[in-house]
């Protein structure tokens, strides 16, 4: 079994840059690639960003790009999301989550290509 922890969100102003990590535990954790959703209230949780484990590759959602980064650290077994320039309309519960089977680049956009999901985590960006 595989377990997500992501780090505490929290209340962050217009134009703030934080950033979220997951760290991912259990045994023989070996993703074939690790990304963040979120879910507005009302909303459908949609792709925030993916990156392949091995080639470090990403895949943005449209609205995040050019201001999210995704990254990861292999040996820590933790992703990264540095966020900046935020907006009101980035207030979300982000989620991490890890999948196990081989995606294309592209799939990491859809829910189901993971299969492990971390609890979420609040981020809520003042105006």
């Known amino acids: 079994q595989v377990q997500l922890a992501e780090s505490r969100g929290g209340l962050v102003q217009t134009g703030g840059s934080p950033r979220l990590s997951c760290e991912a535990s259990?045994?023989?954790?070996?993703?074939?690639?690790m990304g963040w959703f979120r879910q507005a209230p009302g909303k459908e949780r949609e792709v925030v960003a993916g990156i392949d484990w091995s080639s470090g590759r990403s895949y943005y959602g449209d609205s995040v790009k050019d201001r999210f980064t995704i990254s990861r650290d292999n040996a820590r077994n933790t992703v990264y999301l540095q966020m900046n320039s935020l907006k009101p309309e980035d207030t979300a519960v982000y989620y991490c989550a890890a999948g196990i089977t081989p995606r294309r680049i592209v799939d990491m956009g859809r829910r189901n290509a993971y299969d492990f999901w971390g609890q979420g985590t609040q981020v809520t960006v003042s105006s």
């Open positions: 259990g045994r023989a954790f070996s993703p074939y690639h």
